[in-house]
């Protein structure tokens, strides 16, 4: 069994759930190293306290490796529910991936017949993937590295200033690929102007004007894991307002990213970053959490917000992005991942957070 599955026990030993059915492909992956995408078929890996996984397979998917794990293969005119069925005959409580399509689970439960308590697993899984090891660590610089050799890129095609939003956005896959990933971790948010008080405008035909802002949020996928980061630039000419919410994004984002150690609690993070916007005098334009976890997929279980009480441990990485969006008028984001070290943390984007302008 490898370590990773056995942590997973562990957590579910803790919870009280023998049996837990895993059919995230991300989760998957991590936990076993394989990667498919199934569709709309069946696609589980069923974990046990007793150490008896068990994969479920579509007779139509490639396995090009052994998995060191049971496999049970199943057809189109298999009823694969009723397999998986027989896999939980001696189960008393059944753990739930909390993306399982309800077209699985409620044909499951009803073959139970009330002897299985169904819980949500997820955080089994969830709670072992917001701890990167080591591996994991120089995957997440190495992104992050890359993203932010992409965005100087972006930026210096926005200083053109002849390109729409959408123009800007159609490039960014390109320059990821060029620089080594396999393409974006996310749909990238360019937005001018007043479209970058929207906090995920799909980037149109708007046209640069002197003065405007530009919010870039965008991220890279390099060996399967994910970047993000966002700057905010102004074109040829920037105002006073803009200049000090600028300056008051960029306080409030260093403020959280100086108090993180382990032990500190998420929801303590978001506050200290919270505080200051307000105190500047934006309260509603600050209207998101302050980060996400992130690694195999771009949002992780976890949150940098009030909703998450959690102290935070070594090897944790997630987003600091604060930002203040005045409706009609402009935008301002500033994000970097972090690592969480033995004693503080790594900031994972080391391109410039300088107020430029340009074009």
Request: hydrophobic share 35%; charged share 25%; aromatic share 8%.
């Amino acid at each position: 069994m490898n370590q990773k599955i056995n942590l997973v026990v562990h957590e579910m030993e803790k919870r009280g759930i023998d049996h837990l059915i895993v059919s995230d492909p991300s989760s998957i992956e991590y936990l076993i190293d394989y990667r498919n995408q199934p569709g709309e078929r069946m696609y589980v890996l069923l974990l046990t306290v007793d150490g008896q996984h068990t994969l479920f397979l579509n007779n139509l998917f490639y396995l090009d490796k052994d998995l060191d794990l049971n496999i049970v293969w199943y057809g189109d005119t298999d009823d694969c529910v009723d397999i998986l069925a027989k896999h939980l005959q001696s189960a008393n409580c059944i753990g739930i991936d909390k993306f399982w399509p309800a077209k699985f689970l409620l044909p499951l439960m009803e073959q139970t017949n009330g002897e299985s308590c169904f819980e949500l697993g997820s955080i089994c899984v969830d709670y072992i993937r917001m701890k990167k090891d080591e591996h994991e660590q120089e995957l997440m610089r190495e992104a992050s590295r890359l993203n932010d050799l992409a965005i100087d890129q972006v930026i210096q095609l926005c200083a053109q200033g002849d390109l729409t939003e959408r123009e800007v956005s159609d490039q960014v896959a390109r320059i990821h690929q060029s620089l080594g990933c396999t393409g974006n971790s996310f749909n990238p948010i360019v937005g001018y102007g007043k479209n970058g008080a929207d906090n995920h405008h799909d980037g149109d035909d708007t046209k640069l004007q002197p003065g405007d802002s530009i919010v870039i949020d965008m991220g890279g996928i390099y060996q399967g894991y994910c970047s993000d980061m966002t700057r905010t630039v102004f074109y040829k000419e920037v105002s006073q307002k803009q200049k000090d919410v600028y300056y008051l994004v960029k306080k409030a984002q260093e403020a959280a990213e100086a108090m993180i150690k382990p032990g500190v609690r998420l929801c303590d993070i978001d506050k200290t970053a919270r505080d200051i916007i307000a105190e500047g005098g934006y309260v509603a334009e600050f209207n998101h959490r302050l980060g996400h976890f992130i690694g195999r997929d771009v949002h992780e279980y976890g949150d940098v917000s009030a909703n998450f009480d959690m102290p935070v441990e070594e090897g944790m990485i997630f987003s600091i992005e604060p930002g203040v969006y005045i409706q009609g008028e402009f935008g301002v984001r500033i994000e970097d991942l972090v690592l969480v070290t033995k004693d503080g943390c790594e900031v994972l984007n080391h391109y410039t957070k300088d107020l430029l302008v340009i074009g």
